[in-house]
């Protein structure tokens, strides 16, 4: 059994920042993809970053890139998502994935594990 748990949500006014957590359990992802999604009400599940544990390697969506940092501090560890300059148009439930196969992708049809979502509302 695979769980994600995603934290760190809230209310910020815009210009703000947040940092989400997504804690995994229940099999090993150092090989593999761990990434970060989000859904505004009426839209489509949108990319926002992904990781693989070993490499290092990142990759963004346009419309984070500058402002989110994703990262991880070791293997078996959470996985973050540092945001910056927070604008209202982030506002959203952010959700952590992970696939299992070793390649970041940015479609959600391509993860296999998510977490059940993190509020974020960027509001003054």
């Known amino acids: 059994q695979v769980l994600l748990m995603e934290s760190g949500g809230g209310l910020v006014q815009p210009g703000g920042s947040l940092r989400l957590l997504c804690a995994a359990s229940g099999r090993t992802f150092s090989s593999y993809p761990m990434g970060w999604f989000r859904q505004a009400p009426g839209k489509e599940r949108e990319f926002v970053a992904a990781?693989?544990?070993?490499?290092?390697?990142?990759d963004y969506g346009d419309s984070v890139k500058g402002r989110f940092t994703i990262s991880r501090n070791g293997a078996r560890t959470p996985i973050y998502l540092q945001m910056n300059s927070l604008k209202p148009e982030d506002t959203a439930v952010y959700y952590c994935?992970?696939?299992?196969?070793?390649?970041?992708?940015?479609?959600?049809?391509?993860?296999?594990?998510w977490g059940q979502g993190t509020q974020v509302t960027v509001s003054s």
């Open positions: 994935a992970a696939r299992s196969v070793p390649l970041i992708a940015k479609n959600p049809h391509d993860y296999d594990y």
């Open positions: 990781i693989i544990w070993t490499t290092g390697n990142t």
